[in-house]
């Protein structure tokens, strides 16, 4: 599946943005989908995540209560909602789907066979 992320700016710190990813040649609804991080220098980080069974989303400690990952299946879209940012939230933003990802590897990007090209997310404190 192709996916194509968009939504990221620049934001002062305590404001909000709202990244966008579609999907094209591959319904979502097939898909483990997930957002993770990269800032230059370190290793991509898993941001949320959330299964094609349904049931809960997985984040990352230090968004939860701030970020919110939801899947449109219909739109065939997965969309992170980002409030309260803050300037250690700045990196490129990836939106990752995997089609026969398991449970223990939901953070892992090695799990996940299709990549978005990045959307870069600032926040200026």
């Known amino acids: 599946v192709q996916l194509q992320a968009s939504g990221g700016g620049l934001v002062q710190a305590g404001g909000s943005l709202k990244l966008s990813c579609v999907a094209s040649?591959?319904?979502?609804?097939?898909?483990?989908l997930a957002w993770f991080r990269q800032v230059p220098g370190k290793e991509r980080e898993f941001v949320a995540g959330?299964?094609?069974?349904?049931?809960?989303?997985y984040y990352l400690d230090s968004v939860k209560g701030r970020f919110t990952i939801s899947r449109d299946n219909a739109k065939n879209t997965v969309v992170l909602q980002m409030n309260s940012l803050k300037s250690e939230d700045t990196a490129v933003y990836y939106c990752?789907?995997?089609?026969?990802?398991?449970?223990?590897?939901?953070?892992?990007?090695?799990?996940?066979?299709?990549w978005g090209q990045g959307t870069q997310v600032t926040v200026s404190s």
């Open positions: 040649g591959g319904a979502v609804s097939r898909y483990d």
């Open positions: 990752a789907a995997g089609l026969r990802l398991i449970l223990s590897n939901i953070r892992n990007p090695r799990g996940y066979d299709d």
């Open positions: 959330t299964r094609k069974s349904g049931g809960r989303e």
